[in-house]
């Protein structure tokens, strides 16, 4: 199924989506080009490795971009939102809860960040797609 505007009746709510995106990842980004980001942004529950910081930073700057650019064009830029659910899904579930029920340090600040975009962003599309404000 091809996603264009034409499924979104009221594309302008996924704007607080968008929105939000930037006001997060805005201090997030600039916290992961420091050499202690692990320290800072996952509350030093992950090791810290400059690949992976450079990846991650990668992901999220693109996220960044692409929010500021679903500010114009919301519907658009909607499957973002969706690729923003489903990874952030399967990191609370594959790294957040076994870490948890292991007794192992969890980085809570990230963690419920991710959760609440798993729990909004699925509404927000709903809203989107009916028309609803």
């Known amino acids: 199924m091809e ?14 989506a ?4 930037i006001a997060i990842l805005v201090p997030v980004c600039l916290g992961m080009l420091s050499r202690n980001a692990a320290a800072s942004v996952f509350q030093g529950a ?7 910081r450079l990846l991650v930073f990668s992901l999220w700057a693109a996220i960044l971009v692409s929010s500021a650019a679903g500010l114009l064009a919301p519907a658009f830029f909607a499957p973002l ?35 609440g975009i798993v729990a909004t962003w699925p509404v927000l599309l709903a ?7």
């Not at 968008?18 to 995106?21: G, I, L, Q, R, S």
């Open 46 to 52: 992950v090791d810290e490795s400059e690949g992976l």
């Open 81 to 115: 939102l969706l690729v923003q659910v489903v990874y952030k899904a399967l990191w609370l579930a594959l790294f957040v809860w076994p870490a948890w029920r292991a007794g192992q340090a969890v980085p809570w600040g990230v963690a419920s960040v991710f959760a």
């Open 127 to 133: 809203l989107a797609m009916r028309g609803l404000r």
């Open 3 to 16: 996603m264009s505007s034409n499924v979104f009746v009221a594309p302008g709510v996924l704007r607080i």
């Open 18 to 21: 968008y929105a939000a995106n």
